[in-house]
């Protein structure tokens, strides 16, 4: 029998779109690359344009020193008083987007939740490594929970990096007294600085957010010696020892991508602590296939398992 690691296929319906957008495997491994990362994952508030209903504004948080951080509160203009407060954190492996990037699917909560969507702008590395994209994060949600959760639920969400910063939120809000968290959405979240799972290792010069470049946002964040040392379980949520106490969570992930086999651990550690957990594999699904076939049988069955998922939790 091979031992060679075999990657599982791609969904038949959103490979070739994949295959376009990373012809021959190209990718992003090194500083040289970072420019054109940022600049592909920039986003922009023109995403609320076709949406009249809705309303912005844009405030500066202030995360510490003289520093604040740009954060944005997007509601429906006729808004009640009773929906939840979802706190975003963006993707972009620690090193890359801002507070528009990937915000398109939760757009829809706004819509049919009432919801109030705070998304923030923290700091990113290389130049600004750990502690200060998850410090700038917990910052902003503990302003977000004081000023605008007012009694109603409150849940954090991020979808790669920000689905690990989601994740370091929760422990870091259990751990210092911080907001109460009534659930935690973790989207193909960026857990494990070790790099090292069999997803990991199937995806490695694949092209996309590969093994290679996830050893980059790492670095960028931790150091090199990151894999070699001990992580604060803050920025690095796979490496905490107690995982007891923490919110629901709602876990997804890509049977085709790096941080595959990281989620479904975290999910096993969540339900061994007790907690209450849903885990979504998704076959053949790329890293951000939602984003980029958001068309596709599979990503409209991705957002219909999430929105249930909240839905279910408001109705507890």
């Given at each position: 029998m091979?031992?060679?690691?075999?990657?599982p296929p791609y969904d038949r319906e959103i490979a070739p779109a994949f295959l376009a957008k990373f012809p021959n495997g190209n990718r992003m491994a090194g500083p040289a690359d970072l420019n054109a990362l940022r600049k592909a994952a920039a986003a922009g508030p023109a995403i609320l344009e076709q949406r009249d209903h809705v309303h912005r504004r844009d405030e500066?948080?202030?995360v510490g020193g003289n520093a604040t951080v740009p954060v944005?509160?997007?509601?429906?203009s006729s808004r009640q008083s009773s929906g939840?407060?979802?706190?975003?954190t963006h993707g972009g492996g620690m090193v890359a987007g801002n507070r528009w990037s990937g915000l398109a699917p939760f757009l829809q909560w706004v819509d049919e939740f009432d919801a109030t969507l705070v998304t923030v702008d923290y700091r990113l590395a290389p130049e600004h490594p750990d502690p200060v994209p998850r410090s700038d994060a917990y910052a902003a949600m503990a302003w977000a929970?004081?000023?605008t959760a007012g009694g109603r639920r409150f849940f954090v969400a991020g979808q790669s990096a920000g689905g690990g910063i989601a994740a370091g939120l929760a422990l870091m809000a259990r751990d210092l007294d911080g907001p109460r968290i009534d659930g935690q959405l973790l989207l193909s979240p960026m857990l494990d600085d070790r790099n090292s799972s069999v997803s990991a290792l199937q995806f490695d010069g694949t092209g996309g957010w590969d093994r290679g470049a996830n050893a980059f946002g790492w670095e960028s964040l931790l150091g090199p010696a990151h894999a070699r040392e001990q992580v604060p379980p803050y920025a690095a949520p796979a490496r905490a020892q107690d995982l007891s106490g923490l919110p629901p969570a709602f876990l997804e992930c890509g049977t085709a991508e790096v941080f595959r086999d990281e989620t479904m651990a975290y999910a096993g550690r969540l339900w061994e602590a007790g907690n209450d957990a849903e885990l979504h594999l998704w076959a053949g699904g790329f890293h951000r296939y939602d984003q980029l076939v958001p068309d596709s049988a599979v990503s409209k069955a991705t957002l219909s398992a999430r929105t249930g998922w909240l839905q279910r939790r408001l109705n507890v």
């Amino acid at each position: 029998m091979s031992t060679e690691l075999v990657p599982p296929p791609y969904d038949r319906e959103i490979a070739p779109a994949f295959l376009a957008k990373f012809p021959n495997g190209n990718r992003m491994a090194g500083p040289a690359d970072l420019n054109a990362l940022r600049k592909a994952a920039a986003a922009g508030p023109a995403i609320l344009e076709q949406r009249d209903h809705v309303h912005r504004r844009d405030e500066a948080v202030h995360v510490g020193g003289n520093a604040t951080v740009p954060v944005s509160v997007i509601q429906r203009s006729s808004r009640q008083s009773s929906g939840p407060v979802i706190f975003h954190t963006h993707g972009g492996g620690m090193v890359a987007g801002n507070r528009w990037s990937g915000l398109a699917p939760f757009l829809q909560w706004v819509d049919e939740f009432d919801a109030t969507l705070v998304t923030v702008d923290y700091r990113l590395a290389p130049e600004h490594p750990d502690p200060v994209p998850r410090s700038d994060a917990y910052a902003a949600m503990a302003w977000a929970a004081r000023e605008t959760a007012g009694g109603r639920r409150f849940f954090v969400a991020g979808q790669s990096a920000g689905g690990g910063i989601a994740a370091g939120l929760a422990l870091m809000a259990r751990d210092l007294d911080g907001p109460r968290i009534d659930g935690q959405l973790l989207l193909s979240p960026m857990l494990d600085d070790r790099n090292s799972s069999v997803s990991a290792l199937q995806f490695d010069g694949t092209g996309g957010w590969d093994r290679g470049a996830n050893a980059f946002g790492w670095e960028s964040l931790l150091g090199p010696a990151h894999a070699r040392e001990q992580v604060p379980p803050y920025a690095a949520p796979a490496r905490a020892q107690d995982l007891s106490g923490l919110p629901p969570a709602f876990l997804e992930c890509g049977t085709a991508e790096v941080f595959r086999d990281e989620t479904m651990a975290y999910a096993g550690r969540l339900w061994e602590a007790g907690n209450d957990a849903e885990l979504h594999l998704w076959a053949g699904g790329f890293h951000r296939y939602d984003q980029l076939v958001p068309d596709s049988a599979v990503s409209k069955a991705t957002l219909s398992a999430r929105t249930g998922w909240l839905q279910r939790r408001l109705n507890v």
